[in-house]
Each structure stands twice: as C-alpha cells, then as structure tokens.
C-alpha cells in the first residue's frame, strides 16, 4: 500500500550546526506534504508544509525541500538548538477522490532529532 | 476553546471493558480525527469527520472500535471490550475546513491491563 517512510529514524547534532531530516514517500497522488514536531508527552505540532507546486518552503529557521521527481521530502533546521530535541514526523495527504478538499494525513514512522548542548 | 482538548490524559482499564475517550476540538473547526499512536512509531489513521458528510472510519482496526461526533463539535472514541493490543497514545485533531495543518490535542494514554 502507500506509505510515507523516513531514511534516518536516530539524527544527533551539535548545538549551532544544521540538521536534515529526510522523507521518502510513495504515494505518486500526493500533493500535500507536512512537518510536525512532538515532544515527549505532547501532541504533534505544525511545523511547515509545502505543496506540490513548490519545491522549497522557509519559515522561521527551517526549510522544506520538496523533489517530487525522486518523491523526496526534507526538512532542514538551521542553528539547531536544545529545544529542536523531539520527534519529527512527515506527513502527506492527497486529494480525495472526486474532490477539492483534503482528507486524512498518512504519517511516516519519525525521526528522532537529538541537540547536543 | 484555544487549542484541541482532550480527556482523560491517561487511562488505564481492564482487558475486556469498554473506555470512551474524549475530544473538544477547536471552535469553528469542522473536520476533526482521530489517531493512534503506539509506543515509538508513527500515528496510525483511525477515522476521519467533515462538517456533516459521512465520516471517513477507513482506519477503524475492528467493529470494536467506533467513533461519533455531535453536534458538529464534541467527539467520542469509544474502544469496546479492550485488549492489550489497543494500548497506544490516541491523539485527536482539528482543522478548518479545507485547511490542512491540522491542531493536535496531547492525547490520551490507554493503557489495558
């Protein structure tokens, strides 16, 4: 079946550098694409999304990488501190049959991100 | 409310009763879901409600399981007759209709024994 998966399930990093967290997807139909951020004993939380007509995103610090040819997702942090210590989960979404409107979200198994003071 | 609130944070009940779990979704959002999150892996799709469609119970992993949602806001997951196999983090989120970046509550951890 479909799936969203990730290359890297472990990423440890020095306080200051960048971090890459990659995603591979499978789903040629999805055109919707999500980075959330959970924290132990929380929820997860909207990070950044992107969609298909994109190839790059930035927000505050972070980036997301879109290369549909390849169906390859990447989040990128930048001056990675202790408080980027979580769990990062990629998401996609495609639209539901007949439709406009997106559906539900098919997560990858997550990254865990460790920040080295 | 301000954020997606869900009850109670933590059960833990006896294999082969029944638990409702459940879920006050952001005011004004319409499209509300339910997740499932076992311990060290990603969240599992359970089932999905839009505005007054037919909701989306694709995820649904038995008969046990069953959701609704009254009133457009307020949504229990009831889980019956439980087993062990049904112990997980199970998150609730809620969107704007046709928005995507949906808001999770913090869940709530069900733990049979």
């Known amino acids: 079946g479909e799936s969203v998966g990730l290359h890297l399930p472990t990423l440890s990093v020095q306080e200051g550098d960048n971090s890459i967290i990659n995603c591979a997807y499978s789903?040629?139909?999805?055109?919707?694409f999500i980075w959330y951020k959970q924290e132990s004993g929380k929820g997860p939380q909207f990070i950044i999304d992107?969609?298909?007509?994109?190839d790059k995103r930035q927000g505050q610090r972070v980036t997301v990488l879109l290369n549909k040819t390849v169906k390859h997702l990447s989040l990128q942090i930048a001056a990675t501190q202790p408080g980027d210590s979580a769990v990062y989960f990629c998401a996609e979404a495609s639209r539901e049959s007949g439709g406009t409107s997106y559906g539900k979200l098919t997560f990858g198994q997550g990254t865990i991100l460790t920040v080295h003071p | 409310g301000a954020g997606v609130s869900q009850s109670p944070s933590n059960k833990v009940t006896e294999k082969g009763k029944d638990v409702e779990l459940r879920c006050d979704p952001i005011?004004?959002?319409?499209?509300l879901y339910w997740y499932r999150q076992s311990l060290g892996q990603g969240l599992e799709f359970l089932i999905y409600f839009q505005g007054n469609s037919a909701p989306d119970k694709s995820g649904l992993p038995s008969d046990r399981f069953s959701a609704e949602r009254t009133g457009g806001s307020v949504s229990t997951l009831t889980i019956q007759r439980t087993q062990q196999e049904d112990s997980a983090v199970y998150l609730c989120?809620?969107?704007?209709?046709?928005?995507?970046?949906?808001?999770f509550g913090s869940g709530t951890r069900l733990t049979v024994v």
């Open positions: 789903n040629s139909a999805s055109d919707y």
């Open positions: 005011s004004g959002h319409t499209a």
């Open positions: 989120a809620s969107s704007l209709y046709r928005m995507m970046g949906y808001t």
């Open positions: 992107i969609r298909s007509n994109m």
